[in-house]
């Protein structure tokens, strides 16, 4: 049982329901749905002004000592490549295969949530998604497609 | 809490995904030698899903699952058999097409299974979101296999508008959407339906049921969004523009009919008049746009092309008879007009496949769709020149062959629904058919009264392979038996019990 559970049955007054935050009115002005934005507002505020002070602590706290190569994107360690610079085509198929396991992603990680209460049912259907997808990879594989050259 | 499942009702779409499944397998082990396997594979497995449909027909029970989205009738059965039976056709056609051609082989079968497999689903689909699945499951497949001419421009082009125009398409299509589901609460067809028979057309509901049908128009190639049709027609290779012109354009009828008789057809036939007058337009314009076109096109792939967006316009007919009546509180015709869009696709896919078939078989040895190539084909291949003859008749909707039943039915549904609008489509109907009528005889007289082109081919038979023969012969028979005893159409009609 957690611990205010626990204080609350001991000595506690008897609950009282927080008070509204908007009077009550027979007509609701602010429905339940944009109250869940108001939620969305208040983290928009929130993450704005943790930027701001980590940006704005870090300005404060650390040596002045500016050089040119400080300036370049981090690009993974290696050259920046322009903007609109021409990549490799070959770098597509790599976009197709990520998009592929980005997707099975999206479906495993809800699953994995209800894992255990969908049983074996649930794995089964999980392992038959995964075994279409591998279908796809093998195609992938045997066609040659995931050599460079 | 798992979804329950019933196998019987699901085993003619396991049966498709597990062959898809082993087509794709065996495409990269076997060597290059033995592919043409891969054909075989996909012809019996199809073969194979025909048997679930058999026995679930015969059980005769309605199945539904998955919350009443996936729903198995005898409706959804008639069309899972129709767009089996087409797919195992195209396979027939396109076999030797394809060993002959530089083409990659399993790839080829699985995108057709893959499209099937969406038909399949599209015909249970009683769910706006399965609906969509089930059509973009058939059209992606479909867009790579217009494309399927890899070092050809006109099959690129091809592929291209056709996967613009399409994806464009299903966005509007999905907008619609929303904005419905916004509008009901609901994705599904009977929560649509529910919502329709309290609140009528509201202003807003009519705008997003014109977006929804913008998109359907798009993939059944209504005027005026037709545009990408002759070209992709033209450009891909013949047997995927048969699968084309004939499976792909049922499925997104087949959406068409879900969406309209189970969705917005009110209780009473209230909120019809939101939809009928857009499908009246798309039907007249499709009719007399199509047919005028066709008449002045030189090559038969893209003449068939026009002709299939003005059968299209015949097939639209009905859905503008059932939303007449329905407004006028005639709701019988619903029944009527139903089973007419059934029938007329029935009738519709066997004749233009066999059409199509006659086309692949006459290029192999004239390398041509050139109109003047079937000038004398009674000289050099009498068998074809008939069975061409039938396809030509029939879709001309000549008596006695099934063409003519497919619009009898037609023009009964809105002659029933009476009243100007639908006495003015009746007679646009009627002077089209006759439109219609030239361009078709145009090819029976080249073939029987003109004397052979020598610069087509070398004069001498044309050898048919018996794949090709036996895909002939199937359709030429369905079209002449169902002319002379439509009777065996005729029960299609009470599947149509339960519309409204």
């Known amino acids: 049982m957690p611990l205010r559970a626990v204080c609350c049955l001991e000595k506690g007054p008897a609950y009282t329901p927080p008070k509204p935050l908007y009077k009550a009115c027979s007509e609701p002005r602010v429905t339940e749905f944009y109250r869940q934005y108001l939620a969305v507002a ?38 920046p490549l ?68 | 809490m798992n979804p329950v499942f019933d196998w019987h009702a699901l085993a003619p779409d396991i049966i498709i995904v597990a062959t898809l499944a082993i087509v794709l397998a065996l495409d990269f082990t076997l060597p290059e030698r033995t592919k043409f396997h891969t054909s ?38 008639a069309l899972k058999a129709f767009f089996l039976i087409a797919t195992y056709l195209t396979i027939l056609v396109s076999i030797d097409y394809i060993e002959e051609g530089d083409y990659y082989r399993g790839e080829f079968y699985f995108l057709l299974l893959t499209a099937a497999f969406g038909m399949s689903v599209m015909a249970s689909a009683r769910d706006l979101i399965t609906l969509f699945v089930a059509l973009e499951t058939i059209s992606l497949p479909t867009y790579i296999l217009a494309a399927f001419r890899k070092h050809d421009r006109a099959s690129n082009e091809a592929g291209i508008k056709y996967y613009l125009i399409g994806v464009l398409s299903s966005a509007v299509m999905l907008y619609g959407m929303s904005l419905i589901f916004g509008l009901a609460g609901s994705t599904k067809l009977s929560e649509i339906y529910k919502h329709v028979s309290t609140h009528g057309a509201k202003p ?19 005027v005026p969004f037709h545009f990408w049709a002759p070209d992709t027609y033209e450009g891909a290779p013949t047997p995927v523009t048969a699968y ?51 008449l002045r096109q030189t090559n038969i792939v893209r003449m068939l092309a026009y002709s299939s967006v003005a059968q299209g316009g015949f097939m639209l007919v009905p859905f503008a008879a059932a939303g007449i009546a329905g407004a006028k509180g005639n709701f019988g ?37 050139d109109i003047t190539s079937y000038s004398g084909l009674f000289d050099t291949s009498p068998a074809l020149c008939v069975m061409m003859t039938v396809f030509m008749a029939s879709l001309a909707g000549i008596p006695f062959f099934a063409g003519w ?13 009476g009243g100007t609008w639908a006495t003015v489509l009746a007679v646009i109907a009627a002077v089209n058919s006759v439109i219609a009528f030239f361009y078709y005889s145009n090819i029976i007289r080249m073939m029987w009264f003109r004397a052979p082109a020598p610069e087509h081919g070398d004069g001498g038979v044309i050898r048919v392979p018996p794949a090709l023969a036996g895909a002939i012969g199937v359709t030429s028979a369905i079209t002449v038996v169902v002319g002379i005893y439509p009777q065996v159409f005729a029960r299609v009609g009470e599947l149509a019990t339960h519309v409204s």
């Open chain 1, 42 to 79: 208040v983290f928009v505020v929130a993450a704005l002004l943790m930027v701001a002070a980590m940006l704005g602590v870090g300005r404060l706290l650390r040596p002045t000592l500016p050089q040119e190569d400080k300036y370049l994107t981090y690009e993974s360690g290696s050259d």
């Open chain 1, 82 to 149: 322009p903007l609109f610079g021409q990549a490799n085509v070959r770098y597509y198929i790599y976009a197709l295969l990520f998009v592929v396991f980005d997707v099975e992603a999206v479906f495993i990680f809800p699953w994995a949530v209800g894992a255990e209460s969908l049983g074996w049912y649930g794995l089964t259907e999980m392992l038959v998604f995964i075994a279409v997808l591998l279908l796809g990879l093998a195609y992938v594989w045997r066609k040659g497609l995931l050599k460079w050259a």
């Open chain 2, 40 to 77: 075989r594979v996909a012809a019996v497995g199809v073969l194979v899903a025909l048997v679930p449909i058999v026995t679930l027909a015969h059980n005769g029970h309605n199945r539904s699952m998955f919350g009443g989205t996936y729903v198995v009738d005898n409706y959804a059965l």
């Open chain 2, 204 to 222: 807003l509901l009519t705008i997003a049921i014109f977006l929804s049908l913008v998109g359907f128009a798009f993939k059944v190639s209504a």
């Open chain 2, 244 to 294: 084309l012109s004939v499976a792909s354009k049922a499925g997104g009828f087949v959406a068409l009919l879900n969406i309209i008789f189970f969705g917005f057809y009110g209780l009473n036939g209230s909120g019809t008049e939101a939809w009928w007058p857009v499908l009246w337009v798309f039907a007249a314009a499709s009719m007399t746009l199509g047919n005028l076109s066709a």
């Open chain 2, 333 to 369: 015709v619903a029944n009527s007009s139903f089973s007419a869009v059934v029938i007329y696709l029935l009738i519709y896919g066997a004749m233009n496949l066999g059409a199509f078939a006659v086309v692949i078989a006459v290029a192999r040895r004239t390398r041509t769709g």
């Open chain 2, 405 to 417: 039943f497919a619009k009898f039915v037609m023009f009964r549904s809105v002659i029933e629904a």
